[in-house]
C-alpha cells in the first residue's frame, strides 16, 4: 500500500521547489501558497423517498489575477476540502502554462453517485450550485464536469444558474452538451491534447510511434480516448490498459472494439478474450516505450518508481506521481512530462467553449483541433526550452519544474502588474 499523502501538501511543496529555484518573491510566494477563496456550504436536496438529505459542497478559487477562475467539480464519496485545494492550486499552474485567460479553481461535493438515481442527481447538482451561485459566473468563476460529474449535470447546472439570474447564462459552465451551446471537441480534448504533446515529446527523443509500446493505466473517458488517438492517428500499438479491477497486455496489441465488448459484459477490461491479465501496478513496470498514467493520483511513488523505465510517460491523469518519484525518474532518464502540462487540453477545450459562448460563435471540429494544437505544442516548446535555459545556467531541471516556473512567473507577473505585491 502507499502511503496516503496530502495533495495540497504536494502541491505546496512543488511550488516551494519551483520558487527556490525562480527565486521568487517572498511576498508572492505568500500569496500563491494558499487559495484566495475556500467556500464550504452545506445544502438539502429531496431524495427518492421524499426525504430531505444535507450534502456538503467545496468550491475553492485559488487565484485569479489572470482571468475567473476555471475548474471541475467533483463528485465523490471521499472528497475533502485538502483536494480540492489542492487541484485548484494546479488548475492555476495548468491555466498559466497554457497561457490562457484564466485563473485557477476547484469544486467537489461529498457523495455517492452510484447509490444516486437521475433525479437525485438533478436535485443535488441544481441545490449545489443555488449554494455557490454567489461565487461563480463567467466573469468570476467557470465549472465544468470532472471525477463522476457529466455533460449533463452541467446543463442542470446552467440551468439553475439561468433561473436565478432570470436570464440564459450559457458560459458559467462549461462541459456542456451540445444542445445548450457547448462545443464540437471538447470531449476528447483531454486526450487529443495530451497526444498533440506526445507527438512533439517522440520527435525530440527520435522515437518513431508507428513502432511504439504503449501502456495505459485506466480505461475511463482520458484513457478510452489516448487509445483511439494513440492507435488511430498516431499509430501506436496499445499492448496493454486496465481499469478499476485490473488489466490486460498483449505484446502483439489490443483491439478496443474486443475491449469495449468485454467491458461491457464483464464489467473489466480483464474479461477481454486474449493476452494475460495484469494488475494495475504489474501494468506500470511493462516493457514500454511510453507510459500513460490515465487514472488516478499517487500510482506511481518511491515504492515502484526505480522498476519503472519508458522512454516517455504521458501523465494524462491528474498527480499520478509523487514527489519522491520525480526524483527517481529523473536520475533514471525517463522524460517525465507533467500532468499540468499533458492533461491541459481539457481546460483549453472549456476556454474555447467560454469563448464560443460569449461571441454567440461556433467553430467546427476541424478549427477547435487546430488551435488546440497550436497551444499544447507551444507548451511543450516552452518547457523544453525553459528546462534547456537553465540547464545552460548549471541547474538541472526536470520537466514538471520548468513547466512551474513558467506557470508560477506568469501569476506572479500578473499579480505585480496589478499592484498586489
Known sequence: MVEELDPFKIAQQQLDEAASIMNLDKQA????????????????????DGKTRTFRGFRVLYNNARGPGKGGIRYHPEETIETVKAL????????????????????????????????ELENISRAYIRAISKF?????????????????????????????????????ITGKPLEVWGSEGRNDSTALGGLYILREAAKMKKIDLKKAKVAIQGFGNAGHFAFSIA???????????SDSQGGVYDEKGLDLKKLDEAKEKT??????????????????ELNVDILIPAAIENQIHGGNAARIKPKILLELA???VTPEADKILSANGVLDLPDFLVNSGGVIGSYFEWIQNQQGYYWTREEFDKKLDVIVTKSFKDVMATQKEYAEKGKKINPRMAAYIIAVGRVASAMKTRGWY
Open 267 to 284: 464489467g473489466s477490461v480483464q474479461g477481454y478474450k486474449g493476452g494475460k491479465k495484469v494488475s494495475n501496478e504489474e501494468l506500470l
Open 29 to 48: 510566494l505568500a500569496l500563491l501558497r494558499e487559495p484566495m477563496q475556500t467556500v464550504i456550504v452545506n445544502f438539502p436536496a429531496k431524495m427518492r
Open 318 to 320: 491528474n498527480g499520478p
Open 88 to 119: 485548484s492550486a494546479w488548475m492555476t499552474w495548468k491555466c498559466s502554462l497554457a497561457n490562457i485567460q484564466y485563473g485557477g479553481s476547484k469544486g467537489g461535493v461529498i457523495c455517492d453517485t452510484k447509490k444516486l438515481n437521475e433525479t
Open 136 to 172: 461563480i459566473g463567467p466573469e468570476v468563476d467557470v465549472p465544468a464536469p470532472d471525477v463522476y460529474t457529466t455533460p449533463q449535470m452541467m446543463a442542470w447546472m446552467m440551468d439553475e444558474f439561468s433561473r436565478i439570474k432570470e436570464h440564459n447564462v450559457f458560459g458559467v
Open 231 to 241: 492507435s488511430e492517428m498516431f499509430g501506436c500499438k496499445i499492448v496493454a490498459i
